[in-house]
């Protein structure tokens, strides 16, 4: 290894003034990776448990389509996820606020471990049949939404409040690259290998989670004020309604993936508008996760950022005005620029939100309140699709792009002045 020279030693240590190096302004921040050991196993070990989980995802896709030749079948797969995640995404954060959190992530990644396990064990039986794979699927969706609030409330109490923005950049750059690789990978080794391979890798994958979540401390959640009781759904819904800035991360997030979601239309948009084909909608698919992973990797600057609100807020309009951009596009590798821009701004967008729910939040609420994030964040793009789909029946592929970014502007624009308290939001002193 080279010797560090002096320039590169003074580029990488902080001013005298204290000022953040420039480096560390650009790039990722990867200080809670060097700060707290416990958060470093569980961001490896939840890194490479993803990846794995969306190699099992393709290879199923893949699987059911085989048996079926049915792509309604393969759209049922969606729909079995879709369910237990919205049902079980409020109860999940409701008992991650009841028990210890470390227990509950443990048990849950070793039940989605299980169900790994039967995928490659029927694979290698030749066991092919299709009810065995969406029961699988559902319950793995529900492994998924009783782990996700009990490692989303963890993160506050293994890192300081300051350090959160980039813990939550660091957690978008591993769903987006696992978004991204995954699939590739899957498609990879279950053409030279098989379905089984892919969901061993998997079981192999979930061994780092398990790892990770065996060696953190115990984590009850912390008891506000009042007598000891057990956590309700309803309690967690009671005190969002009386905490707006909590409220309008959600509200702004609906904005843009109600109102503003193309995804559903780019099979038509592949065709009508640049001539192409299945490869050209792999393009329109990739291109908001290449967007949104380069706003991971430069995302050093957020750490900087205290007016979260606001930045939410402008992240959204962004949003918006790139999919209405990309609506007026007729030149594909301009159409996908305006994509990738959109997925950098829901990097933003989501950084914050996430860093606001967990910072404002009391530690008691914080696994409910993961739980209606996961909700939105699973309901919310669904939901644009149809509307998107329905308008563009109605009208155009066209109008349904160009108006929804349109309306995502405007609904967010109303949400700002409708509650300016939201804008002036400091980190330094988060209110919920």
Avoid at 260 to 283: E, H, M, N, S, Y
Wanted: charged share 10%.
């Amino acid at each position: 290894m080279a010797p560090t020279t002096t320039s590169d030693a003074a580029s990488d240590a902080p001013s005298e003034k204290g000022e953040t190096p420039l480096r560390s302004r650009i790039f990722a921040d990867l200080t809670p990776l060097r700060s707290s050991p416990d958060y470093r196993r569980l961001w490896c070990g939840n890194t490479i448990s993803w990846m794995g989980q969306q190699m099992t995802a393709l290879a199923v896709s893949l699987q059911v389509y085989a048996i079926t030749k049915s792509t309604f079948s393969v759209g049922l797969v969606g729909l079995c996820s879709l369910v237990p995640l919205i049902v079980f995404g409020l109860y999940g954060g409701a008992i991650a606020d009841t028990v210890d959190r470390r227990k509950l992530g443990l048990f849950s990644a070793m039940g989605a471990t299980v169900m790994s396990v039967v995928l490659a064990t029927a694979a290698l039986a030749g066991y092919h049949h299709v009810w065995l794979l969406y029961t699988v699927v559902a319950l793995q969706a529900v492994c998924f939404a009783m782990n996700a609030p009990a490692r989303s409330s963890m993160i506050p109490r293994l890192l300081p409040t300051e350090q959160l923005p980039a813990a939550n950049a660091l957690s978008s750059l591993t769903t987006n690259l696992g978004l991204m690789g995954g699939p590739m990978l899957g498609g990879v080794i279950v053409g030279l290998w098989g379905y089984q391979a892919a969901y061993l890798i998997d079981v192999a994958a979930f061994s780092a989670a398990l790892y990770a979540m065996w060696r953190l401390p115990a984590m009850r959640p912390e008891q506000g004020d009042g007598p000891r009781r057990r956590a309700s759904v309803l309690d967690g819904l009671r005190f969002l309604a009386t905490r707006p800035n909590l409220r309008m991360t959600f509200f702004s997030d609906l904005a843009a993936m109600v109102l503003a979601q193309p995804r559903a239309l780019f099979p038509a948009i592949a065709v009508l508008w640049f001539a192409g084909d299945a490869k050209t909608v792999g393009l329109l698919v990739a291109a908001p996760a290449v967007g949104a992973v380069l706003g991971g990797l430069f995302s050093g600057w957020l750490g900087g950022i205290r007016r979260h609100g606001l930045a939410i807020l402008l992240a959204v309009a962004c949003w918006g005005a790139a999919i209405a951009s990309f609506g007026l596009s007729r030149h594909l590798w301009l159409g996908l620029f305006f994509l990738a821009v959109a997925g950098c701004a829901d990097t933003v967008s989501m950084v914050f939100r996430h860093t606001m729910l967990q910072a404002a939040a009391p530690d008691n609420m914080r696994g409910r309140l993961q739980g209606v994030f996961i909700v939105v964040v699973a309901g919310g793009p669904r939901l644009g699709d149809f509307l998107a789909g329905s308008a563009a029946d109605l009208t155009s592929p066209a109008v349904a792009v160009v108006g929804g970014g349109v309306a995502c502007i405007l609904v967010v624009t109303a949400l700002g002045l409708g509650r300016r308290a939201f804008a002036r939001y400091d980190a330094r002193d988060p209110q919920a």
